[in-house]
């Protein structure tokens, strides 16, 4: 569900379950977490570049089956601990990491693309923040993210 490849200084992380939109399961966010630890401690590694499977996601966010199945896994929503919080396990790691969105970033998804240092984004990558629409409160910093990289609109920002 996670594959890492090296090249050289290169390590591509791949969230590998395309048939769910690379939705983050609790296992795959642990095996982020524990792939993102080895590579921070790998001095042969200068640069991680993040990706999603396909073409359909960069990842969909928390795996709403898996939240769906266990009243307990809603708290992952909320998690601060690197091993169950994606963006902080991204966060977590010193060297610079390049999110290649290609396809939907969304709800989660979008908070894991905005925790990489530097965004390379397809033809067909969409952001989308669904968070309202699936009853989840914004817990891994989109809110105050997304307004620090993306100038606000107003009557001054408009040409």
Known sequence: MLIVERTGPIALVTLNR???????SKALR???????????????????????AGERAF???????????DPKAMSAANAQGGEANPVRA????????????????????????LACDVLIASENARFADT??????????GLSQKLSRVVAPIGPRNCP
């Open 18 to 24: 395309p048939e769910a939109m690379n939705a983050l």
């Open 30 to 52: 642990a095996a982020l977490y524990a792939a993102m630890v080895e590579l921070d401690a790998d001095d042969e590694v200068s640069v991680v570049i993040l990706t999603g």
């Open 59 to 69: 990842t969909a966010g928390l795996d709403l089956k898996e939240l769906g199945s």
């Open 90 to 113: 991204v966060e977590l790691c010193r060297k610079p990491v390049i999110g290649a969105i290609n396809g939907v970033a969304i709800t989660g998804g979008f908070e894991l693309a």
């Open 131 to 140: 968070h309202a629409r699936v009853g989840i409160m914004p817990g891994w």
